[in-house]
């Protein structure tokens, strides 16, 4: 599985961005997605994953209630939708796929946001 994330950029402090996350491979609808974060000079972290099926998904505690991942297994996609972002979600962020159920082993190239304050 090769995993491509985009929808990286710059956006002000209160704004909004969608990352998407596209995936090879046929079996991408059985996969468990994650995205990941890792800001400067700190270890990466868990932000948000979602089950195969969609119908389970979990979020840090500091993104809850304003991210939101999703995904569509008829474009193979995983995508994340950020919205009030602050300074400190300023991070590189990572898909990852589950591809034998025992736990985030496919990562992607991270891409970068900055939220300016």
């Known amino acids: 599985v090769q995993l491509q994330a985009s929808g990286g950029g710059l956006v002000q402090a209160g704004g909004s961005l969608r990352l998407s996350c596209a995936a090879s491979?046929?079996?991408?609808?059985?996969?468990?997605m994650g995205w990941f974060r890792q800001a400067p000079g700190k270890e990466r972290e868990f932000v948000a994953a979602v089950r195969w099926s969609a119908s389970s998904t979990s979020y840090a505690d500091s993104v809850k209630g304003r991210f939101t991942i999703s995904r569509d297994n008829a474009r193979n996609t995983v995508y994340l939708q950020m919205n009030s972002l602050k300074p400190e979600d300023t991070a590189v962020y990572y898909c990852?796929?589950?591809?034998?159920?025992?736990?985030?082993?496919?990562w992607g190239k991270g891409t970068l946001v900055t939220v300016s304050s």
């Open positions: 491979g046929r079996t991408f609808s059985s996969y468990s």
């Open positions: 990852a796929a589950d591809t034998t159920g025992g736990g985030m082993d496919c």
